[in-house]
């Protein structure tokens, strides 16, 4: 099989499958009466594309499943990180937002503007993993870009999975009610997780990018980038903590996205 034919059939095979968790999680939503149940699915179904796409191409097979242990290490983990941080709480206020702007949750709001919306995202941004299985093996300076991709990654999962605990146990301290948490990595970045995710992206890409024509699904993670920082990540988030007491002065003392020393 050609490797555009290969390429076709694992695409394929991943929008159905992603056709499946966001209908799956659209059903779970409707039951318990929120939609953020979505992010639950959205590491579950790169870790599904990913599985997909290890066992339907027929590309390098080192690299397939390199890709696919680091997809569901970092995809499990956020997975079971966001029904912790959900259950038994209300609406993420992003997504309350997000509907009234649309005009209600109506089932083909919630449908087409949450659930169809996030699955395009994860069949987009998971382009990288459908490519880089249909391509040969990995040579020369490609060897080079697969461990700095492998480095980004880790540093990138370093900042999400250590940046998302400081916060868990922050917020479950009822010593923190009304406080800004500024603590740890929150004191280098108001968004560690968010940097993390976009980071670990990029390193994956670049185990795509080590075989041409893999770098050209450069767009992928920038687009996972877009959303991250700005569509539905970080500034959207911001606009509901900026009420907050502290939180401009925060925002004063702390970088927004990339890492830095905090001012005083």
Same mark, same amino acid.
């Given at each position: 099989?050609?490797?555009?034919? *290969?390429?076709?059939?694992?695409?394929a095979a991943s929008l159905a499958v992603l056709a499946v968790v966001q209908a799956v999680a659209f059903a779970v939503g409707r039951r318990i009466g929120r939609v953020n149940v979505v992010d639950v699915a959205w590491g579950v179904g790169f870790v599904l594309v990913a599985l997909v796409a290890a066992?339907? $191409?027929?590309?390098?097979?080192?690299?397939?499943?390199?890709?696919?242990?680091?997809?569901?290490?970092?995809?499990?983990?956020?997975?079971? !990180?966001? !029904?912790?941080?959900?259950? $038994?709480?209300?609406?993420?206020?992003?997504?309350?937002?997000?509907? =009234?702007?649309?005009?209600?949750?109506?089932? +083909?709001? @919630?449908?087409?503007?949450?659930?169809?919306?996030?699955?395009?995202?994860?069949?987009?941004?998971?382009?990288?993993?459908?490519?880089?299985?249909?391509?040969?093996?990995?040579?020369?300076?490609?060897? /080079?870009?697969?461990?700095?991709?492998? /480095? +980004?990654?880790?540093?990138?999962?370093?900042? =999400?999975? /250590?940046?998302?605990?400081?916060?868990?146990?922050?917020?479950?301290?009822?010593? *923190?009610?009304?406080?800004?948490?500024?603590?740890? &990595?929150? +004191?280098?970045?108001? !968004?560690? *997780?968010?940097?993390?995710?976009?980071?670990?992206?990029?390193?994956?890409?670049?185990?795509?990018?080590?075989?041409?024509?893999?770098?050209?699904?450069?767009?992928?993670?920038?687009?996972?980038?877009?959303?991250?920082?700005? +569509?539905?990540?970080?500034? &959207?988030?911001?606009?509901?903590? @900026?009420?907050?007491?502290?939180?401009?002065?925060?925002?004063?003392?702390?970088?927004?996205?990339?890492?830095?020393?905090?001012?005083?």
């Amino acid at each position: 099989m050609s490797a555009v034919s *290969n390429l076709l059939v694992v695409s394929a095979a991943s929008l159905a499958v992603l056709a499946v968790v966001q209908a799956v999680a659209f059903a779970v939503g409707r039951r318990i009466g929120r939609v953020n149940v979505v992010d639950v699915a959205w590491g579950v179904g790169f870790v599904l594309v990913a599985l997909v796409a290890a066992v339907l $191409g027929d590309g390098d097979a080192g690299r397939r499943w390199l890709l696919f242990a680091l997809v569901t290490v970092w995809g499990v983990r956020l997975s079971i !990180h966001m !029904h912790l941080k959900s259950v $038994g709480r209300g609406e993420d206020p992003r997504y309350r937002e997000l509907l =009234e702007r649309a005009g209600g949750d109506s089932t +083909a709001t @919630v449908v087409l503007r949450v659930f169809a919306t996030q699955g395009a995202a994860q069949w987009f941004v998971s382009l990288p993993l459908q490519v880089s299985a249909v391509l040969g093996a990995t040579r020369g300076f490609g060897t /080079v870009l697969v461990v700095v991709g492998v /480095v +980004a990654w880790a540093v990138g999962l370093a900042f =999400e999975a /250590v940046g998302d605990r400081q916060m868990l146990r922050f917020t479950r301290d009822p010593a *923190n009610r009304g406080r800004i948490m500024d603590r740890g &990595l929150w +004191a280098w970045t108001r !968004h560690p *997780n968010y940097f993390g995710d976009a980071c670990l992206w990029w390193g994956l890409w670049l185990i795509c990018a080590s075989v041409w024509p893999g770098a050209l699904t450069v767009l992928s993670p920038m687009l996972m980038t877009y959303f991250l920082a700005w +569509a539905t990540g970080a500034r &959207l988030l911001e606009k509901s903590m @900026v009420t907050r007491p502290g939180y401009r002065d925060y925002q004063k003392r702390v970088a927004f996205f990339v890492p830095r020393p905090p001012r005083r």
